[in-house]
């Protein structure tokens, strides 16, 4: 049951894109599409931005796109705006004992 | 509006017990999965439990497993965390969520509780 693996910290400019990496198992990430992304600003709660893998809720702008390959699951902010900068946790359905597991968390720096 | 509202968390001597409580409101709770979230000070997330529609399932992360018990009362729109045993590692700010329906993912957070457990 550990935490699925993301980059501590990426950053860029306004209007360039940065990606996260979400590399987890064969028994969560690998296996299922159940990866959601969720935003969290200090002292709030988290909110969420993609689900399933690749799916928006309404209300998120589209910079916001997710993608998976193998256990490797990533979140590409296009377009970075001043107001995308906080953590960004990943979380995927695990199967083998049928929970979830949160990914160690990303800092956003918009330079 | 969906809202879910945490309380009971406050501070506690290690080997001590608390019960977090959740107030659900703007859906119909019964029919939802529901999960307890937590997050250290300064830490990730980290997930902890979730319950099903009736609370007849109900599934936990390894290090709590034994010592919390998370319940619902569908009838007053709650869902509960007793947690015994408390450790210094289980000091967090203590999320109620809500899954999606027939999804596996949290749509809905509450603003959390936090538990601090210190001599």
């Known amino acids: 049951q550990s935490a699925l693996t993301q980059p501590r910290s990426v950053s860029g400019s306004p209007g360039q894109s940065v990606a996260i990496s979400c590399t987890g198992t064969?028994?969560?990430?690998?296996?299922?599409?159940?990866v959601s992304w969720y935003q969290q600003y200090p002292g709030k709660a988290p909110k969420l931005m993609i689900y399933?893998?690749?799916k928006r809720p309404s209300g998120v702008p589209d910079r916001f796109s997710g993608s998976k390959s193998g256990n490797t699951a990533s979140l590409i902010i296009s377009g970075l705006q001043a107001e995308d900068e906080g953590d960004y946790y990943c979380?995927?359905?695990?199967?083998?004992?049928?929970?979830?597991?949160f990914g160690t968390g990303t800092k956003v720096t918009v330079l | 509006e969906v809202q879910l509202v945490e309380s009971g968390g406050g501070f506690i001597q290690p080997g001590g017990s608390l019960r977090l409580s959740c107030a659900a409101s703007?859906?119909?709770?019964?029919?939802?999965?529901m999960s307890w979230v937590r997050q250290a000070p300064g830490g990730g997330l980290e997930w902890v439990a979730k319950?099903?529609?009736?609370?007849?399932?109900?599934v936990y992360v390894d290090s709590v497993r034994g010592r919390f018990t998370v319940s619902r009362d569908n009838a007053e729109s709650s869902l509960y965390l007793q947690t015994n045993s408390l450790r210094a590692e289980d000091t967090a700010v203590y999320y109620c969520?809500?899954?999606?329906?027939?999804?596996?993912?949290?749509?809905?957070w509450g603003r959390g509780t936090l538990v601090t457990v210190s001599s």
């Open positions: 064969s028994s969560d990430v690998g296996n299922y599409n159940y």
């Open positions: 969520a809500r899954y999606a329906s027939g999804s596996y993912y949290i749509d809905y």
């Open positions: 703007g859906f119909t709770f019964r029919n939802y999965w």
């Open positions: 399933d893998v690749n």
């Open positions: 979380c995927s359905y695990e199967g083998r004992y049928t929970h979830y597991v």
């Open positions: 319950i099903n529609q009736d609370g007849s399932e109900k």
